[in-house]
């Protein structure tokens, strides 16, 4: 609701998720999706480096075609990221070690 910048993510291959889709292109999307998804975490760990908050929003087809509308395009929304610095900077969470969470086989 504060940030000061919001960057609206879209994929150009992409439908809105409630048109249909043949199977070859939601496999496609699918996998544009996982890609930008990378993406988004590498903007994240950026701007975390140069001291800025972020908050990933992944839930956009709340207001899909609101924000579709708004943009004025057919592109699929993925998410949004917001951008600020942030107010506060809460204790890191306490983490569990590699050893409890990865099994080697």
């Given at each position: 609701?504060?940030?000061?910048?919001?960057?609206?993510?879209?994929?150009?291959?992409?439908?809105?998720?409630?048109?249909?889709?043949?199977?070859?292109?939601?496999?496609?999307?699918?996998?544009?999706?996982?890609?930008?998804?990378?993406?988004?975490?590498?903007?994240?760990?950026?701007?975390?480096?140069?001291?800025?908050?972020?908050?990933?929003?992944a839930n956009t087809c709340f207001?899909?075609?609101?924000?579709?509308?708004?943009?004025?395009?057919?592109?699929?929304?993925?998410?949004?990221?917001?951008?600020?610095?942030?107010?506060?900077?809460?204790?890191?969470r306490p983490r569990k070690s590699?050893?409890?969470?990865?099994?080697?086989?």
């Amino acid at each position: 609701r504060e940030a000061p910048v919001i960057i609206l993510v879209l994929n150009t291959n992409g439908k809105s998720p409630f048109d249909p889709v043949n199977a070859d292109d939601r496999i496609t999307e699918i996998c544009d999706t996982l890609s930008i998804g990378a993406s988004i975490q590498n903007i994240l760990l950026k701007a975390t480096e140069l001291g800025l908050g972020t908050l990933w929003i992944a839930n956009t087809c709340f207001a899909y075609r609101e924000l579709t509308e708004y943009l004025d395009t057919k592109n699929q929304l993925v998410g949004a990221i917001a951008v600020g610095y942030p107010d506060e900077s809460p204790n890191p969470r306490p983490r569990k070690s590699l050893d409890e969470i990865i099994e080697f086989r």
